[in-house]
């Protein structure tokens, strides 16, 4: 059963999400996608006819079981052969949705969704560019455009989000700090390094030169603020002009990057670098803290006792 009408319990669960979690326009529309699916999979399993939702009222939310929560991430895993992230997710999604019905609006007395078990997600290593390569990412942006370098340089350094840079406005840089509004419209501040400041000054002193009405940071050829595909093109370009293999890379690798050369090479701390990305669970921190093959010879040759009787 599929349909473009909406669900009015989803939809009153969700502007929940957005006026008082300030949930992001993203995470709300996956989390009504995997809502309407899983409702649109219990009324195909009972013989539901409906051509909308409102077959979804509160008995039909309270008469859902364990049960049908599992068969449908069976579903999702051997008809849709959904990857185990995804069907994560979609746990996350129930497991929320229910929170909110028992915890916050009183409609449910039993959230069943709390005995749901997530999937183990395999471990990847996930590619970013090693020093060498940002070094070169960086010498290939400088000798082309003022904007571009300042982009790759903040990317670098600052490890931000693609989204917190593309909505930059000049009154969030002071002189030591940019000022972020991320997910969760939770504000952080950054410190500037050396490169920061004098890649923003010379792209100021350009951009102070143009007729732009946009407070934006960054600004396209036509003075509008720079959009995310462009600043996304932007550094596929520069990539790919530094003689780097684009495969796999996007800006998000560039956020990466930057947080593992500050955990590998800058030892910062894990607290400080949850500060610095923003990230509400120090889980989601840890991934960024992976280490080489080099780190591992050198921690098990950092043991007192690797030299004896050599």
């Known amino acids: 059963m599929q349909s473009n009408k909406s669900c009015p319990i989803i939809e009153q669960y969700l502007a929940y999400l957005i006026t008082v ?7 709300i529309s996956e989390y009504r996608l995997d809502l309407l699916q899983f409702l649109c999979y219990i009324a195909n399993s009972r013989g539901y006819t409906h051509s909308d939702f409102s077959f979804a009222d509160l008995d039909f939310i309270r008469s859902i079981r364990l049960g049908d929560m599992y068969a449908f991430l069976a579903y999702c895993q051997e008809t849709l052969n959904a990857a185990p992230g ?50 070169r990412l960086l010498i ?10 300042c982009i790759i340089t903040i990317f670098l350094n600052c490890a931000l989000r693609l989204s917190e840079l593309a909505s930059l406005n000049i009154d969030q840089v002071d002189s030591d700090v940019i000022s972020i509004i991320g997910k969760g419209n939770k504000e952080r501040k950054i410190y500037l390094t050396p490169a920061v400041k004098q890649s923003l000054a010379k792209w100021l002193a350009i951009r102070s030169t143009l007729k732009v009405d946009s407070n934006a940071l960054f600004i396209s050829r036509n003075r509008g603020r720079l959009t995310t595909r462009s600043i996304q093109n932007v550094v596929k370009k520069h990539i ?3 003689g780097i293999n684009p495969e796999g890379l996007s800006t998000h690798k560039l956020r990466h990057t930057a947080a593992t050369l500050m955990y590998k090479y800058g030892h910062v701390d894990i607290r400080s670098l949850q500060q610095i990305l923003g990230h509400e669970s120090i889980a ?20 007192p006792l690797a030299m004896m009787f050599t």
Request: proline letters at 3%.
């Open 284 to 303: 989601t921190t840890e991934i960024y803290t992976h280490v080489d093959d080099r780190q591992l010879q050198a921690a098990v040759n950092a043991n």
């Open 140 to 149: 290939q942006a400088k000798s082309c455009s003022a904007r571009d370098d």
């Open 240 to 242: 790919v002009a530094a």
């Open 21 to 27: 979690k300030g949930r992001s326009p993203n995470t």
């Open 86 to 135: 995804t069907r994560y997710r979609k746990i996350v999604s129930m497991r929320q949705f229910w929170k909110y019905l028992k915890t916050k609006v009183h409609l449910i007395d039993n959230n069943i969704a709390e005995e749901l078990e997530t999937p183990k997600l395999p471990k990847r290593n996930v590619r970013t560019l090693t020093l060498e390569e940002s070094v």
